[in-house]
């Protein structure tokens, strides 16, 4: 802000705005001594400060720390601002951690808080590490639930990244009668993903194995491609 070609450079006096008066000491500290200390409570301040006036030395700090603290119950919010900061390395990381985790990640509170854009990027990757597709159907109903009235449009397209072939049977047949998912086209899809999975599993009429056998379907799981963010 102040070394560029900007007219706040050129300005005696300078009104700042939207930035903390403890922030701005931090700011003003490190600027002479080079030292500053990034927490929990003050790094995403510290970052918008950074960008403000452009101090690549206090982003750093706070990539690293961001990157050396990432944990299931903060890797989706880490990576939902470092993609909005432009921070593509953090960024990368934080939803590389969230798709290797995803099995704790999907039961913490910060999911149910989670963009849609974002969830979709997540169900969309080949690299998500879950135990079964149901596992992440039930995650997603969870969130559905969680802010029905603002999240309903958002159901068909996220439920479409899901494989429910993969989906185990007892979730399949219990979805049937979840009010949330009582649509025709999800129930459809339902209804064909049993059809296909008896297909592939039991002969006719073999149904008392529905759901005792451990055979396989050869349908493909994930972990294929590379994701990029």
């Known amino acids: 802000m102040f070394n560029s070609a900007m007219k706040e450079a050129k300005e005696d006096k300078i009104v700042l705005h939207d930035i903390e008066f403890n922030i701005l000491t931090d700011i003003i500290n490190f600027i002479y001594t080079s030292k500053i200390k990034v927490s929990e409570d003050n790094v995403y301040c ?15 700090v706070c990539c690293h720390y961001l990157s050396s603290t990432l944990n299931s119950s903060n890797c989706l919010s880490v990576y939902v601002r470092a993609k909005l900061r432009r921070y593509h390395d953090l960024a990368h990381l934080a939803f590389r951690y969230a798709l290797q985790n995803f099995d704790k990640v999907i039961n913490e509170e910060e999911f149910l808080h989670s963009p849609s854009d974002v969830l979709f990027s997540i169900l969309s990757s080949q690299l998500l590490h879950v135990e079964d597709e149901g596992v ?13 009235a603002s999240r309903e449009d958002h159901q068909d397209s996220l439920i479409s990244k899901l494989n429910l072939n993969l989906v185990p049977m007892p979730i399949l047949v219990s979805c049937k009668t979840d009010h949330l998912l009582s649509n025709s086209k999800f129930l459809s899809r339902v209804d064909k993903a ?8 039991y002969d006719s009429g073999d149904i008392k194995k529905l759901y ?3 055979k396989k379907t050869h349908w493909k799981h994930r972990y294929g491609a590379e994701q990029e963010v």
């Open 46 to 60: 510290l970052m918008e400060a950074a960008d403000l006036f452009q101090l690549s030395a206090i982003r750093t």
């Open 136 to 148: 992440l159907l039930q995650g997603l109903v969870r969130w559905l639930k969680y802010d029905e």
């Open 194 to 201: 049993i059809t296909d999975i008896l297909s592939e599993r």
């Open 212 to 214: 005792s056998s451990n």
